[in-house]
């Protein structure tokens, strides 16, 4: 086995879904995704209803969703394929604006993250990448106008907390997560260990009763942890 062999075999390789219902947006993401070795695109809807009905038979890792697409829009998919995935599914949704109408709901729907449609093809693959691993992404534009427009005016739809139900670790790894930083660079800015860190988002997340890292966002600029700007 040569060493470029090796090297492909040794990767973990994230199977994608690609739905928008714009031919041309489609087959450019399909076709930027296709160029790398980490990336497998496993199938291709042109609406929500494909995307459900493709993301069953291909149980891919990662549904890339247009928010806004004909008989079924990214949301309800993003929701019937996280369903029927048990959660397995990570969902990237694109968006064209930098706050669509639909963000907050499909955050609470379970979306992992958020790609403006003019987004470069760098900033593509780490978004790919990292809601694929599971954590979160947010623009900083969509971010920013995201809590200013919806956080307060939505609150009641997350459970009420307050700060005093977390320990200070817990408050100080909410903050961190709000602010974008992974696991690992968590663990580096509070010298802890990565297995010590996925102990107090376990234990914040069970107090707080959030479903993922989006959530824990939004929740920590509810709570004053983190302001808009910062």
């Known amino acids: 086995m040569n060493a470029k062999v090796a090297r492909k075999t040794e990767l973990r390789v994230i199977r994608a879904l690609v739905a928008d ?3 041309v947006v489609r087959t450019g993401f399909v076709n930027l995704l296709g160029t790398q070795e980490d990336i497998e695109v496993v199938g291709e809807a042109e609406d929500g209803v494909q995307a459900v009905q493709i993301a069953a038979e291909t149980r891919p890792d990662l549904a890339l969703l247009d928010i806004r697409m004909p008989h079924k829009n990214g949301i309800e998919a993003a929701r019937e ?6 959660g397995a599914t990570k969902v990237l949704m694109l968006t064209t604006f930098g706050l669509d109408e639909y963000v907050y709901d499909a955050l609470a729907a379970g979306a992992g993250g958020f790609l403006l449609k003019d987004a470069t093809f760098p900033e593509l693959l780490h978004a790919v990448r990292v809601v694929a691993d599971g ?3 947010l623009s900083p534009e969509i971010t920013k106008r995201l809590i200013g427009e919806f956080v307060h005016a939505r609150a009641s739809r997350l459970p009420a907390h307050s700060v ?3 320990t200070t670790r817990e408050a100080e790894v909410l903050t961190l997560i709000a602010r974008g930083l992974s696991n690992a660079e968590i663990a580096g800015r ?3 260990t990565d297995h010590t860190v996925k102990t107090h988002i376990n234990r914040l ?3 707080l009763e959030l479903r993922d890292r989006a959530q824990a966002v939004i929740v920590a600029y509810g709570l004053g942890l983190v302001r808009v700007g910062e």
């Open 21 to 23: 219902d714009q031919a």
């Open 81 to 86: 394929i996280l369903a029927a995935s048990g």
């Open 135 to 137: 954590n979160a992404l």
């Open 164 to 166: 005093g139900e977390l």
């Open 190 to 192: 509070l010298t802890i």
């Open 205 to 207: 997340f069970a107090k």
